[in-house]
DNA sequence: AAAAATGTGCAACCATAGCTTGCACTTTTG
DNA sequence: CAAAAGTGCAAGCTATGGTTGCACATTTTT
């Protein structure tokens, strides 16, 4: 099962502020919202948020540390992510090679009516 | 530049739904809203909608014939996607690579204050 | 120890995106 | 000519990414 795991994993790195500040957070080692934010340009309540998001799906981890809340990245969702990229990347590619290949010979209009994937994960879908 | 192409493209492409809707009219060659409509599982204005945005991107073309419109995949930016694909995948497994690495070697507080990338196209970005 | 500064969390509010439903309009078809 | 099929347009709902304002807790300064 293609799971909603994905999807939320998918949705939480959709988001480009979201990925640059998973971006900042790589190259910080550890960072606190507000030290983040200034290197942003929105808001530190916005930073949160999207902290707390990506917090929710395991791609950070928050440690309380006095009046501070210090988060860094987890590898091993991060790994995650890798793979799913992996996979829509080579996706996009056979779909390119498909569509190129039917321009060319046949006058593409409908023929091919094979395997349809899910747009998340790139596996095959139930029908 | 960067440009704010890559942007638009890259968010007409970050919807699932959006991805599920031309991936089907890849299949199929040439098709219209409505009989894309009946295999997906939202509405045929959702389906339109849709299609409205791949159009703007140049992802996708329509052909207006007699009382129907007929849509088709166009391969160039189809490419451009692609591109825009393999750029993020490596892209993520640097990161990862990165993060590894830090967490293995030094314990991974802060060390690495280098090259901060666009979270769009992976480049380097001005700072 | 009091006061000022720093880091957070919470709530209200806005705009935009994805969807839906309802309805009017045009082109086929029976 | 009437029913059917394919669209387009508009109103309305919900979720999401942002913002601002304010109260609270923990340091730092004087």
Redesign the pocket.
Known sequence: MTSSIDDELW?AI?????RRVLDLLIHHGEA????L?AKV??????V???LL?LEGVGLVR?R???????YRVIPDQLGAVTEIMDRLSNEWSQRLATIKRLAEEGRGDASNAGAVNDPNTGRAIAR
Not at 14 to 18: L, N, Q
Not at 64 to 70: A, F, P, S, T
Request: charged share 30%.
């Open positions: 949705s959709a988001d480009p502020s979201r606190t919202a507000s030290s934010a340009p929105f808001s530190r309540q916005a949160s948020k999207h998001v928050r309380k540390q006095g009046r501070e809340v210090r």
